[in-house]
């Protein structure tokens, strides 16, 4: 069973709602998960308890659990003890100024092992020269640490109308929504399949 942690001591970078879309993205692909929400604030929990008023909720699992996935504070206690247990930490940054240096002092903190596991995933990019700079400090600290990886290929835009649904909890999966989400899943499709190339990658190493 591979467990898949999702942290930032930064909020609102985007670490439940990616998460939770993860969770969409394996249940369409008849991929079985366990979700584990370790922020205090328990944001992924309600969106799974929002997913099952909906009629929708997380399957139960026969056998063995492929992937479980947890949401994270990125500070907490909790945090900590489920980024020990992570085969893979996914990172969600938002690339402006503003917004990194929490992320960076904490990476920083981490040790290599978890440091090797990390992805960082840029989120709600959009803004061209503050998205540089952030891109740059970020592919800066990992280069020169020599561990962890940017997913610069797969960042996912900034979609006011699309992405802040996803945590209210849909009546459909995300992946089988209609015309107005298609960029949104073709955006999310790419980051889930080179999350799971990633982790399948580091397993064998
Ligand atoms: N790519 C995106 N485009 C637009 N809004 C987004 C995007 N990603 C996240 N959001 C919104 O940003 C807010 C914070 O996201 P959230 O997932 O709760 O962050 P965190 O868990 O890191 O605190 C939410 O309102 C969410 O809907
Ligand atoms: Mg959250």
Not at 79 to 88: F, P, Q, T
Request: proline letters at 4%.
């Amino acid at each position: 069973m591979k467990t898949i942690v999702f942290a930032n001591p930064k909020g609102g970078v985007g670490k439940s709602t990616i998460a939770a879309l993860f969770v969409e993205w394996c249940d369409h692909n008849n991929i079985s998960v366990k979700t584990v929400d370790g922020d205090p604030n328990q944001t992924f929990n309600t969106w799974c308890l929002y997913r099952a008023k909906e009629g929708r909720p997380i399957p139960e699992v026969k056998g063995t659990t492929e992937l479980t996935i947890v949401d994270t504070a990125g500070t907490s206690n909790s945090a900590l003890s489920w980024l020990n247990k992570a085969d893979l930490v996914i990172t969600p940054f938002k690339p402006n100024f503003a917004d990194l240096d929490l992320t960076v002092q904490w990476f920083q903190t981490l040790n290599s092992s978890l440091q090797s596991k990390l992805l960082f995933v840029p989120n709600m990019t959009g803004q061209a020269s503050e998205h540089v700079y952030g891109m740059d400090e970020i592919e800066k600290i990992t280069t020169e640490t020599g561990y962890g990886v940017v997913l610069s290929k797969y960042a996912l835009k900034n979609r006011d109308a699309v992405y802040p649904e996803v945590l209210k909890g849909l009546p459909n999966n995300f992946f089988a929504l209609g015309s107005k989400f298609k960029n949104a899943q073709t955006e999310f499709s790419a980051l889930a399949k080179a999350i799971l190339k990633h982790g399948n990658k580091l397993a064998q190493a």
